[in-house]
């Protein structure tokens, strides 16, 4: 498939989970915890189905890797990853800042990725070689003198290890206290790549966590890495930098290469 057919597909990927997640916002949702505490809902699956069956009838060969439904070929060199509601509990809490995110892998590395905000009707579109769009119109990262002028976010400190923690608030020393926001999951990712915040630096997330944001934030002119610098594929650890202002790369790795002191 062509990189345009491939866009038209994750587009209709999105469009039907969106369908999906739609009628259970702020109503009856089936609210579940698995095996890793983390919550699931009736809406997570309903969407992540509607996903697979497109897909299996569409691209047959290819793989997906799903959030609530696991791994199917992966050893194929085209794999989809999917993560139906990325933020469940901002669903839960009836807070429209979660997302649906799609993405496809070309041998591991992302090429493709969509954030769908379905109740705002916001959506995201990277894909590799081309200019990031938001609801159809180009997005653009901004630029940052220093570390004092970003706008930090990230989803929450208590999902960072007492380690990363320590790394995180080296980093958050070098930034104004009063420009650190809390919560958003992939919604701050995209928020980086419209050009409104700056800086999400977050750990321990999967890959169907941070697959679809890659082509997003970069094609809007920002970078996404890992805490060390490298560029981020299926095999990286799930420590995520997305910066809007590449040239500000070194300042967040010396920051966060440096752990807080009490």
Known sequence: MSLDSDLQLALALADAAGDAIRPYFRGSFGLESKSDASPVTLADRAAEEAMRLMLKRETPRDGIIGEEFGTERADASRVWVLD?????TSFVAGRPIFGTLIALLQDGWPVLGIIDQPITRERWVGAIGQPTQFNGRPATTRRCRTLDDV???TTSP????????DHFLGLAGKVARRRIIYGGDCYNYGLVASGHVDLVVEAGLKLHDFAALVP???GAGGNMCDWHGHPLNADSSGEVIALGDPARLEDVLEALAHQHCA
């Open 84 to 88: 139906p509601i990325d933020g469940t």
């Open 158 to 165: 208590h999902l960072f290890t007492e380690h990363q923690a």
């Open 216 to 218: 997003i934030v970069e």
């Open 151 to 153: 706008i930090l976010a």
